[in-house]
């Protein structure tokens, strides 16, 4: 079993930039790809971003050259650096965990937090 929690969602304007965190807990976070995921009202939930371990990166093309994904193995954690975020960047954010080095696809991730609300302001 694997806990993750999610934290540091909020408001912020158009252009601003916030960041994520995933604390995940319950076995080795070593061997695991951790992905953000996010859904918007109305929408499914799709993939944001990807970090293996073996620190394989993985974005969405709409967030390519704004977000970055990475982890910290020590801390169990992994982080989404949000920049020049855009309205349509508003979701709830959510962090999983999986087992497939390079897995973009919500049924391919066995663990979810509760996720975290965006909110980008025009």
């Known amino acids: 079993q694997v806990q993750l929690e999610e934290s540091g969602g909020g408001l912020v304007q158009a252009g601003g930039s916030l960041r994520l965190s995933c604390a995940a807990s319950?076995?080795?976070?070593?061997?695991?790809?951790m992905g953000w995921f996010r859904q918007a009202p109305g929408k499914e939930r799709e993939f944001v971003a990807i970090?293996?371990?073996?620190?394989?990166?993985s974005y969405t093309d709409s967030v390519k050259g704004r977000f970055t994904i990475s982890r910290d193995n020590a801390k169990n954690t992994v982080y989404l650096q949000m920049t020049i975020l855009k309205p349509e960047d508003t979701a709830v954010y959510y962090c999983?965990?999986?087992?497939?080095?390079?897995?973009?696809?919500?049924?391919?991730?066995?663990?979810w937090g509760q996720g975290t609300q965006v909110t980008v302001s025009s």
């Open positions: 970090v293996n371990w073996i620190d394989g990166t």
């Open positions: 999983a965990v999986g087992y497939e080095l390079y897995a973009v696809i919500p049924e391919k991730y066995d663990y």
């Open positions: 319950g076995r080795t976070f070593s061997r695991l790809t």
